[in-house]
């Protein structure tokens, strides 16, 4: 039975041709959009969920806005008992001041570098491969690179203890004090590089602790 059903379908398949084409193209096109549409929710439904404490993490916004000052997730914290930990990151100002590293007097461009207060780790658990990352985290002058980036800039070294210039109105340099995992394609923050606060202050810059310099977003647990 299921034979003879098998070669009348083919059958009228060839005899028309024409609309079995257009039946079978819709049919294919139906099934790749509706694909691609799982694929979109699921990916947005698993945005950050590798995060042991996603479920509790809160971004910091107020009406379409999710850009604060430096010194609001310190003042949530210490006011709010409520609040284990809060972080921030840095997404707008770093890069203004420079676009290019160098190491053995070669030049890379710098993108995707952003400062982070000591309490980014404890908040969101991207994987250390090398390196003491609470060393990283408060260390002045101390940098932090995903395993793609360190491959970009050393290649086969081990780019633990090496040093990084990076190149404003004067040369800073920097020590390579972390190894990170690549950042997983469903994170909302995605970033090559990572600086300390304290580099930042050290450097001459004010903004961390000016409630004026909205470049940072933040972060509670």
């Given at each position: 039975?299921?034979?003879?059903?098998?070669?009348?379908?083919?059958r009228?398949?060839?005899?028309?041709?024409?609309?079995?084409?257009?039946?079978?193209?819709?049919?294919?096109s139906?099934?790749?959009?509706?694909?691609?549409?799982?694929?979109?929710?699921?990916?947005?439904?698993?945005?950050?969920?590798?995060?042991?404490?996603?479920?509790?993490?809160?971004?910091?916004s107020?009406?379409k806005?999710?850009?604060?000052?430096g010194?609001?997730?310190?003042?949530?914290?210490?006011?709010?008992?409520?609040?284990?930990?809060?972080?921030?990151?840095e997404?707008?100002?770093?890069?203004?001041?420079?676009?290019?590293?160098?190491?053995?007097?070669?030049?890379?461009?710098?993108e995707?570098?952003?400062?982070?207060?000591?309490?980014?780790?404890?908040?969101?658990?991207?994987?250390?491969?090398?390196?003491?990352?609470?060393?990283?985290?408060?260390?002045?002058?101390s940098?932090?690179?995903?395993?793609s980036?360190?491959?970009?800039?050393?290649?086969?070294?081990?780019?633990?203890?090496?040093?990084?210039?990076?190149?404003?109105?004067?040369?800073?340099?920097?020590?390579?004090?972390?190894?990170?995992?690549?950042?997983p394609?469903?994170?909302?923050?995605?970033?090559?590089?990572?600086?300390?606060e304290?580099?930042?202050?050290?450097?001459g810059?004010?903004y961390?602790?000016?409630?004026?310099?909205?470049?940072?977003?933040?972060y509670?647990?």
């Amino acid at each position: 039975m299921l034979k003879y059903a098998l070669k009348l379908g083919f059958r009228n398949l060839i005899k028309n041709k024409i609309n079995s084409v257009i039946y079978i193209f819709s049919l294919a096109s139906g099934i790749t959009i509706l694909l691609l549409i799982a694929i979109f929710v699921n990916n947005e439904l698993s945005v950050d969920d590798f995060h042991s404490n996603s479920s509790m993490i809160y971004k910091i916004s107020y009406d379409k806005s999710s850009a604060t000052p430096g010194p609001l997730s310190g003042l949530l914290k210490t006011n709010f008992p409520e609040i284990k930990n809060a972080t921030h990151i840095e997404t707008h100002q770093i890069s203004t001041f420079s676009s290019v590293l160098t190491y053995n007097n070669q030049s890379f461009e710098f993108e995707s570098y952003y400062s982070v207060d000591p309490s980014f780790f404890d908040v969101f658990d991207f994987q250390v491969l090398e390196g003491n990352i609470k060393k990283a985290l408060i260390s002045p002058f101390s940098i932090i690179v995903t395993e793609s980036e360190a491959r970009r800039l050393f290649k086969n070294e081990n780019p633990i203890g090496k040093n990084l210039k990076l190149k404003a109105y004067q040369d800073f340099d920097f020590t390579v004090n972390a190894i990170v995992k690549d950042i997983p394609q469903n994170s909302s923050i995605k970033f090559n590089g990572l600086i300390t606060e304290s580099s930042v202050r050290r450097i001459g810059f004010k903004y961390p602790d000016n409630w004026g310099y909205i470049v940072y977003e933040s972060y509670i647990q």
